[in-house]
């Protein structure tokens, strides 16, 4: 079945870069997500890419996706205390209507 | 508007009660999900409605039981729950684009309690 991990926790000081890594090991994955979870909220969706890239950026946001390594990372540029969340990654396939959501990481970044 | 909105967002119910979770979304999306998620843990799938009809059960009990009355509403009924039932539970939706649903957009979700 799929499999998606991530690791736990990810500290950082305020003002440096953060990056939150995901492995998955579905190879029909065609879709991948980034969602970000603050504490007793739902997700918010940052950012997605189509398994035929290799990055994408926006604003803060680089994604990049190592399809032959089935890696994925988000880089957050210019840390902000506000980033302090969970950030989950998320797979799909083509013609499914299924996430796969990975482990989750806790992101936490100190002044 | 990309907004999904479930209510309430706080429920409380005994084991004996029968209550119900909604949804609500007018981005015109016609995929609809019904997500579990425990303290700690990413969300899990429980169902997903595909213009209206139900095509993802994934084993959920029968205490759980989905209804999608039109493409904007997607309803959560509970009845007879347990203790381990409690968990946030989040809805989500997104575009039907050909073979791709879209990027899927989550509500605050419902924190449920079961005493």
């Known amino acids: 079945g799929e499999d998606v991990e991530q690791s736990l926790f990810l500290s950082v000081r305020e003002g440096d870069s953060s990056v939150i890594n995901c492995t998955y090991t579905?190879?029909?994955?065609?879709?991948l997500y980034w969602y970000k979870q603050e504490p007793g909220a739902g997700l918010q969706l940052l950012t997605y890419?189509?398994?035929?890239?290799d990055m994408k950026q926006d604003q803060r946001l680089t994604v990049l996706l190592n399809k032959k390594d089935k890696h994925l990372s988000l880089r957050i540029a210019d840390t902000q205390t506000g980033d302090s969340a969970i950030y989950f990654c998320?797979?799909?396939?083509?013609?499914?209507?299924?996430?796969?959501f990975g482990t989750g990481t806790r992101l936490q970044v100190f002044p | 508007d990309t907004e999904v909105t479930q209510t309430p967002k706080h429920l409380v119910m005994g084991m004996t009660n029968k209550k119900s979770l909604k949804c609500e979304q007018h981005?015109?999306?016609?995929?609809m999900y019904w997500y579990k998620q425990k303290a700690k843990k990413p969300p899990e799938l429980m169902f997903v409605?595909?213009?209206?009809?139900?095509?993802i059960n994934e084993s959920v009990p029968s205490r759980f039981s989905p209804e999608c009355p039109n493409s904007s509403l997607l309803n959560l009924h509970l009845h007879a729950l347990q203790p381990e039932d409690s968990a946030l539970y989040l809805c989500?939706?997104?575009?039907?684009?050909?073979?791709?649903?879209?990027?899927?957009?989550f509500g605050q979700g419902t924190r449920l309690t079961v005493v």
């Open positions: 989500a939706s997104s575009q039907v684009k050909g073979g791709w649903t879209g990027e899927a957009f």
């Open positions: 579905d190879s029909s994955s065609t879709y």
């Open positions: 890419i189509f398994s035929n890239m």
């Open positions: 998320a797979e799909s396939g083509p013609n499914t209507d299924k996430l796969i």
């Open positions: 981005m015109g999306h016609r995929a």
């Open positions: 409605y595909s213009y209206e009809k139900l095509s």
